[in-house]
């Protein structure tokens, strides 16, 4: 009972977190069996809501024909025409609300969606369904599919990344959540492909800087980058990049300050060539170092003089 109460106060608190999502949630208050009540979840629209057509059977779905029809979404489901499934899932649910096929018409809902490609959708109810349905034999599914639609719909690393942000956070919750479900080693590469991303946009923004010679706030998001990302597969790229932000910093300096900046150049240097001694910025990177080093000797023969 203790495990089930706190996967289901996972699932509540994961509700009120900060997100950037594509569709306002309506109010919904559950209450089950440990007594907790979930909060209301209304999150950001994110740009235009995408424009879904679902197939109508042109025969409108009544209590009486409410067997009929379910059958023949199932079988619409089971012979992979989710569009059209969809659709009649979309019919039969309010119809189904107080009665033990409701859960299941709303996860086939959802899942229609999702094997469709329609991820937006697909998240949308899928966490309609985890908010609903908390203690249903699907929760567990609905969650993790809800959480790959979020992952899905991430934009690209150029763009704004507050979606990353929270398709992380959700993952994360899962895994917490859910330790031992079969699906933790897909999610743990999607965590490895969102902190990709994010690193990527990193880097991008420290060869801004570099480019457009604003040295010192180059060598601030270096530093920031180390920090974040210090196992990142970007690592020798952001070196790299230093080393270069380094040199010209150097350059162009005052003489009172070339030394020292050389020698932060050399630094970076060396911070690749001890720690990724292979890579496509081995070669240039020990000819800077090389360069640096005689620049740096003249300094010394002056401080011996």
């Not at 369904?129 to 790959?148: I, K, L, M, Q, W």
């Not at 929270?166 to 994360?172: F, L, P, S, T």
């Not at 457009?212 to 790229?237: G, R, V, W």
């Amino acid at each position: 009972m203790v495990k089930k109460s706190f996967k289901l106060l996972i699932i509540i608190l994961l509700t009120a977190s900060a997100g950037a999502y594509a569709a306002d949630f309506q109010t919904i208050c559950l209450t089950n069996t440990s007594g907790l009540v979930a909060v209301k979840d209304t999150l950001p629209k994110k740009g235009k809501t995408k424009e879904v057509k679902v197939y109508r059977t042109g025969k409108k779905v009544t209590f009486e024909n409410f067997e009929q029809q379910y059958q023949r979404a199932l079988r619409y489901y089971n012979n992979q025409q989710f569009l059209s499934a969809a659709g009649l899932f979309e019919d039969l649910y309010p119809l189904s609300l107080g009665t033990p096929r409701a859960d299941t018409i709303l996860y086939l809902f959802a899942h229609s969606y999702y094997m469709n490609g329609d991820y937006d959708m697909a998240a949308f109810h899928f966490r309609d369904y985890v908010r609903r349905y908390p203690n249903s034999e699907h929760t567990e599914d609905a969650f993790y599919y809800g959480t790959a639609a979020i992952y899905k719909t991430c934009p690209d690393y150029s763009l704004d990344q507050s979606n990353t942000e929270y398709a992380i956070e959700q993952i994360k919750t899962f895994i917490q959540a859910y330790p031992d479900n079969s699906h933790i080693e897909e999610c743990n590469v999607m965590l490895d492909a969102l902190r990709l991303k994010l690193a990527r946009k990193d880097v991008e923004v420290l060869k801004l800087y570099y480019n457009t010679d604003h040295y010192e706030a180059c060598q601030i998001a270096a530093k920031n980058f180390f920090n974040e990302y210090s196992y990142s597969p970007l690592m020798p790229e952001a070196i790299y990049y230093l080393v270069l932000n380094n040199l010209e910093y150097a350059k162009k300096s005052v003489e009172r300050k070339k030394e020292e900046r050389y020698k932060a150049c050399l630094d970076a240097c060396n911070r690749l060539l001890l720690n990724y001694s292979e890579t496509k910025y081995t070669k240039e990177v020990e000819k800077i170092a090389q360069d640096v080093k005689k620049q740096l000797s003249k300094y010394n023969k002056n401080t011996n003089q």
